[in-house]
């Protein structure tokens, strides 16, 4: 049984008139690969665009660790525009005069999809740490349910950057069948130990704070903001390139004219990172960040095809456009083009872009012109192919 439920999200709505979106409540058990079930258990997802009589014109688009399903418009909690608001929209290169968009919130998050915030209906409490440990092959098995029900037999498009980005090779893998074309962008077929190393720091952190409680934070009604935050700051570096910061902040000084020689925010990359830290916490449940990011970590396509990346891809038919940046270092250009290179051997048509930008990993969030032209291109050409006016 399937039912439409009101999205719940952790904290009450800051921006009025803001959209929460739509969430469906499945009570069939989500089999999920570390051996446990769970249900029921609710998809929250936002929509953009028509779909169309036939059903044809769906992109999906899959949201990286700290994002969600609001990716364009007004975000309901910040009140800010949405992640992807530079991509998304009418007249954009995912144009939505054109095309249906679809971002579900992933399982295991925290805006409305079922979490380690949500009641556990065994005990009537959050479930914390009693939350089963869930992959993204888990996520991808929640949202083709989600599909199922909406009527999306066969996706136009499925794309997404970074952790988006391993979805969306994960979608092509497992549903071949489903998935017309892909575009997975600034990612990986697996993390790299100094992936892991960092994600691992962020976990420490969270962990470390007095408030954490074992994870039982929500019932003693405090949160861990300072582990989050520090979390977040760690993993915002990894997000930017040397040069980035380079240009934004170089060693100015924040607010004063000489140095403090105490330990308060001296430089404006301080402040910037303290900013960053805060508000992700005020809008982040710290449970999820450790199960998402745990799920980043054991992410690895080619471990169940012989270790052979080009193995999984084997029956893949989608096209695929994958793109990288080469300030990143956080999912480099060659992790990039060895997805590439698998799917060549494997048989699939394939594009590949190396875009020269100096904003790190956060450019395929931002204003690249390029990353627009090449997205604008590929999808109308797909759309074209699959006779969409």
């Not at 399982?107 to 939350?131: E, H, Q, R, V, W």
């Not at 199922?148 to 996706?155: A, F, R, S, T």
């Not at 930008?357 to 690249?368: I, N, T």
Request: contains cysteine; hydrophobic residues 40%.
């Amino acid at each position: 049984m399937v039912r439409a439920v009101e999205p719940h999200f952790p904290r009450a709505l800051r921006a009025p008139g803001a959209p929460r979106g739509f969430a469906l409540e499945f009570e069939e058990p989500l089999p999920l690969a570390c051996g446990r079930n769970l249900s029921p258990f609710t998809i929250a997802y936002q929509t953009y665009g028509e779909l169309n009589r036939a059903r044809s014109n769906a992109v999906l688009v899959c949201h990286a660790l700290s994002g969600d399903q609001f990716v364009a418009g007004k975000h309901p909690m910040t009140g800010r525009t949405g992640w992807w608001e530079a991509m998304i929209g009418s007249g954009k290169p995912i144009d939505t005069e054109r095309y249906f968009v679809l971002c579900p919130n992933v399982i295991g998050g925290c805006m409305g999809s079922t979490g380690p915030a949500d009641t556990n209906p065994a005990t009537g409490k959050p479930y914390a740490l009693n939350f089963p440990v869930v992959t993204i092959a888990d996520m991808m098995r929640a949202e083709a349910l989600l599909l199922d029900v909406l009527g999306i037999e066969k996706l136009l498009c499925v794309t997404g950057g970074s952790m988006g980005g391993m979805q969306v090779l994960q979608w092509a893998a497992a549903y071949p069948d489903r998935v017309a074309s892909a575009m997975p962008i600034a990612t990986a077929a697996r993390h790299t130990a100094q992936n892991i190393a960092l994600h691992e720091i962020g976990r420490q952190a969270i962990m470390a704070d007095g408030n954490w409680r074992g994870g039982r934070y929500l019932e003693k009604n405090v949160r861990p903001e300072r582990g989050l935050a520090i979390a977040r700051m760690v993993g915002h570096i990894s997000y930017l390139s040397e040069e980035a910061l380079a240009r934004k902040f170089g060693r100015s000084l924040q607010h004063r004219n000489a140095l403090s020689f105490a330990f308060e925010p001296d430089f404006q990359v301080e402040s910037y990172l303290h900013h960053q830290g805060t508000t992700f916490a005020e809008r982040f449940d710290a449970n999820s960040y450790l199960y998402i990011t745990r799920a980043m970590d054991y992410f690895d396509l080619a471990a169940d095809h012989g270790g052979d990346l080009k193995n999984a891809f084997r029956k893949v038919t989608a096209r695929f456009l994958v793109v990288s940046f080469t300030s990143d270092w956080l999912f480099p250009t060659s992790e990039n083009r060895a997805i590439a290179e698998a799917l060549r051997e494997a048989g699939a048509k394939v594009e590949f872009h190396e875009i020269v930008s100096h904003r790190g990993h956060d450019a395929f969030l931002l204003d690249e012109p390029q990353l627009f032209s090449q997205v604008r291109n590929f999808l109308g050409s797909v759309a074209a192919q699959q006779g969409i006016a």
